[in-house]
């Protein structure tokens, strides 16, 4: 079954330093994967996502996620964070036969000024 | 273009009601997912349909359904409502479906309080 584990609840980082928000998941065959961002009364807003080729994928924002197969890991990344950064991030998996995507818990995150 | 609309925004209801959502997804997308959104759970996926079927299921019981019109809008409906049914009602619109790439997008959500 799939599954995706955000094992971070909170990540708290300072402006202008490098953030990352970790995610590893679980899924029979080659996942599509994807990130999420929630701000405060709205709903969630597409990153970025992978598919298949380079293993960094470069979203919205400044962000971008590494993709690790042999670790399944999809951590997203940011070289310098900023306030407006702030939010609920979540890493998203679908396998390539179903129809169903699965959301990992969120992690929370704060940047510091 | 008009992005994903959930109605009302806000509800508050009292245990043992029932209560409809209804989500208009943007224009010419087929699919529209629900969600419901706790901080405890994260967010759960509860059903799919793509032209007018329901093609996916998550974990709920049966007090939770839905339905999509010909136009593609959908409705939520959760009967005899229950404390823990308070949480964020998201529905997310996606071109042809949740399958392959497409990219899906997503309302506002509806905050439902059971009192």
């Known amino acids: 079954a799939q599954s995706v584990a955000q094992p971070e609840d909170q990540v708290n980082v300072a402006e202008g330093n490098p953030l990352t928000v970790k995610c590893t998941y679980s899924v029979s065959g080659n996942p599509y994967l994807f990130w999420y961002v929630q701000y405060p009364n709205r709903g969630l807003q597409f990153l970025l996502k992978?598919?298949?080729?380079?293993?960094l994928v470069k979203g919205s924002y400044g962000f971008e996620a590494e993709f690790n197969k042999s670790q399944t890991s999809f951590h997203l990344k940011k070289p310098s964070a900023l306030v407006s950064d702030s939010a609920l991030y979540f890493c998203a998996v679908r396998d390539r036969e179903g129809f169903k995507t699965i959301f990992g818990a969120g992690t929370r995150l704060f940047v510091k000024a | 273009k008009a992005g994903v609309t959930q109605t009302p925004r806000y509800l508050i209801k009292t245990r043992g009601q029932q209560v409809t959502l209804s989500c208009s997804p943007i224009s010419g997308h087929r699919s529209v997912s629900w969600y419901q959104q706790t901080p405890g759970q994260g967010l759960q996926f509860l059903f799919e349909y793509f032209s007018e079927t329901q093609r996916n299921k998550g974990n709920f019981p049966g007090r939770f359904s839905g339905r999509q019109f010909s136009n593609s809008r959908s409705e939520m409906n959760v009967s005899t409502l229950e404390l823990g049914d308070s949480a964020l009602y998201l529905c997310?619109?996606?071109?042809?479906?949740?399958?392959?790439?497409?990219?899906?997008?997503f309302g506002a959500g509806t905050r439902l309080s059971v009192l």
């Open positions: 997310a619109s996606s071109s042809t479906g949740t399958s392959g790439i497409n990219i899906q997008y």
């Open positions: 992978y598919i298949t080729g380079d293993n």
